[in-house]
């Protein structure tokens, strides 16, 4: 994630206002924090790593002069959280400078490009490239615009990007643009903002602009110019009035974070889907090699890791073995060793259970790789290699963004292998990648067009004591999931299974009306499935299925459904079919009048064994 801020004000320093606005956007990534303004014709810049609390009280935020600034709160995704890779960054001749959020796909060439042409980069941060490469176009095309020199860079850039620059050669503007990460504009009678969400500004002011993709803005004293990035056309767009109050911004209107965090989750498979191969190559090579392969950890991310299991052994022919962190010392302790390699999974990367895990493998001189959402967290400081998810912060305490972040990282890990080892067609490869690069629209459809159904749904279960979870293969594990979710939100007592083990005992619990939730991805398990709610809906069960559209099997055996876009490859199945099950125990908590961003008992991060 990230937040980005920037603000020209007609009367006063920029430097505190865009200080207290980044405090609005900490929610978007607190790694490190940057602020750049330009007085006099000179740009001025202070930047940390550390939470803009503890980075203010080292090196006063609010002390730079000018009207005029731009500022950084940072979720570290390239590059680990250190001073060089906070933002602002800035050109070879410091006269350029730039904050970005998004991620820039191609910045691994650009930036040999443009260090074979002399410039000297000074972070591993993917952003630090926008700036050379402006300050490379002005160079070259004397005379241009600082607007239409960003405008040239941009046009050259892959990936995702919310940016803000600004260059002591036009002292007077902001220039910004926006392709994929948000980007929305506040305007005042004492000055224009831009930012990446509304709750930067809102309390300056409730006057905003709506960008959109491919747009570039230029901000001056006087109010904003936007323009289409490809054509130069000009864009007329006058802004509206929002009425949120201070929380509802933050939450960006939804009620609570979690329902905000689902409803993002298309955003973050975008972003998943960018990493750079050289993370997935590097990973895949490491388990390529590896004799024997756990997969480690907690909750939601170990069930991420229990479809993984199903994803390496299908697609790469690779048997692993997901533990539970919190058992694996118990289990595995005496026996892993320097031939084993651990990929440790956790959204914080500070779970108590999954460090000590790691650190048991470690020290019997295992490999250890990660998959984790916070870079610099204590799983990335133990691990050989580790890749980000790209997720960005996650507040409910419910992991559902992270969840299907994971997975997409995992089975990119597994097509990667499978292509190394050779084990599976191009032909199926190519198709999978295909479905894999849909899924973020497929994730779209189903809140967009099952949210309303979900919800009804969950108003007539309300009151069932027990719910059952049942599914079949690599279903199983968004069974699990779906369970875990209900239980921990809506404090429903539930009962997951792999559909085939519900017949060796828990089937004895099902009587009249108990909801059975069926996860029924269409493949080879299909028919079984089937057998399954039979058995379930001849003892008295209600059949609560997710299917694929168009299922009229199961939709004919179902007393209800909910429907995920066809085509989906079983492999790839979690990743779509958890989303309902998400929206389900959100709406379950709501009827319970449970808060579902701060379940009782549970903390976020659990950091203690
Ligand atoms: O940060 P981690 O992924 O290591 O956390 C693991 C579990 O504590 C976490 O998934 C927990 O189960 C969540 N509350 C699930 O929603």
Redesign the pocket.
């Known amino acids: 994630m990230c937040g980005i801020f920037g603000c020209i004000l007609k009367n006063g320093n920029a430097a505190p206002v865009i200080h207290s606005s980044l405090k609005r956007l900490e929610y978007r990534g607190y790694d490190s924090v940057g602020i750049a303004t330009i007085s006099d014709g000179k740009i001025f810049l202070k930047k940390d790593q550390g939470k803009i609390d503890e980075v203010h009280k080292c090196i006063n935020l609010d002390d730079l002069p000018g009207n005029i600034g731009i500022g950084h709160t940072r979720w570290a995704t390239h590059g680990a959280p250190l001073h060089v890779n906070s933002h602002p960054h800035s050109d070879c001749t410091g006269t350029i400078t730039v904050v970005h959020n998004g991620i820039i796909e191609n910045f691994g060439d650009l930036k040999l490009e443009l260090q074979n042409l002399g410039h000297a980069f000074v972070s591993k941060t993917d952003t630090e490239v926008i700036p050379h490469l402006i300050e490379e176009i002005m160079k070259n095309k004397l005379g241009s615009s600082f607007a239409d020199a960003v405008q040239e860079a941009i046009k050259r850039l892959e990936g995702s990007f919310a940016l803000a620059a600004i260059s002591s050669y036009e002292p007077d503007k902001i220039v910004c643009a926006r392709n994929e990460s948000p980007l929305v504009l506040g305007v005042s009678d004492n000055g224009v903002f831009c930012a990446s969400d509304i709750p930067a500004f809102l309390p300056l002011t409730n006057k905003v602009v709506m960008i959109n993709n491919g747009e570039l803005i230029i901000l001056t004293v006087e109010g904003y110019q936007i323009k289409k990035i490809q054509d130069n056309s000009l864009v007329e767009r006058v802004p509206e009035t929002i009425e949120w109050t201070a929380e509802m911004a933050v939450k960006q209107g939804y009620p609570h974070f979690m329902i905000k965090e689902i409803h993002e989750q298309p955003e973050v498979l975008r972003n998943t889907l960018r990493l750079q191969d050289r993370y997935l190559d590097l990973l895949s090579t490491f388990l390529d090699r590896a004799t024997e392969i756990f997969l480690v950890?907690?909750?939601?991310?170990?069930h991420a890791c229990l479809a993984a299991s199903y994803m390496f052994s299908k697609l790469s022919f690779l048997p692993t073995y997901p533990v539970y962190a919190s058992e694996f010392i118990e289990q595995y302790g005496k026996s892993v060793n320097i031939d084993s390699t651990i990929l440790a999974?956790?959204?914080?990367?500070?779970?108590a259970d999954?460090i000590a895990a790691v650190t048991c493998a470690q020290q019997r001189a295992a490999t250890i790789l990660s998959l984790t959402n916070v870079i610099g967290s204590t799983l990335t400081r133990v691990s050989r290699v580790y890749v980000g998810t790209q997720a960005g912060p996650e507040i409910g305490?419910?992991?559902t963004k992270?969840f299907t972040s994971q997975l997409s990282v995992l089975v990119q890990l597994a097509l990667r292998l499978a292509k190394k080892r050779g084990k599976v067609s191009q032909d199926e490869i190519d198709v999978l990648e295909v479905q894999l690069d849909k899924l973020p629209d497929i994730v779209d459809v189903i809140v967009k067009t099952q949210e309303d159904k979900v919800k009804q749904i969950a108003h007539k279960y309300a009151n069932s004591k027990v719910f059952f979870f049942l599914g079949r293969g690599i279903s199983t594990a968004t069974a699990f999931e779906g369970r875990?979710?209900l239980m921990?939100i809506a404090y429903v007592p539930s009962i997951a299974f792999p559909a085939g083990e519900s017949k060796h005992g828990p089937i004895s619990l099902i009587e009249n009306g108990l909801p059975v939730v069926f996860v029924c991805q269409k493949d080879e398990t299909h028919k079984t499935v089937i057998g399954n709610i039979m058995e379930m809906k001849a003892r008295g069960a209600k059949i609560l299925a997710i299917i694929e559209e168009g299922d009229n099997e199961i939709k004919a055996l179902a007393d209800d459904y909910i429907e995920v876009p066809k085509g989906v490859p079983s492999v790839l199945s979690p990743i779509p079919f958890a989303v309902p099950l998400q929206l389900l125990a959100y709406y379950m908590a709501l009827e319970h009048d449970c808060d579902p961003d701060m379940p009782r008992n549970?903390a976020?991060?659990?950091t203690v064994k």
Not at 345 to 351: F, L, R
Request: a neutral charge; one cysteine or more; aromatic letters at 4%.
């Open positions: 950890a907690c909750g939601t991310s170990y999974v956790s959204q914080s990367g500070e779970t999954t305490v419910a992991a992270t875990l979710k921990e549970l976020k991060s659990v």
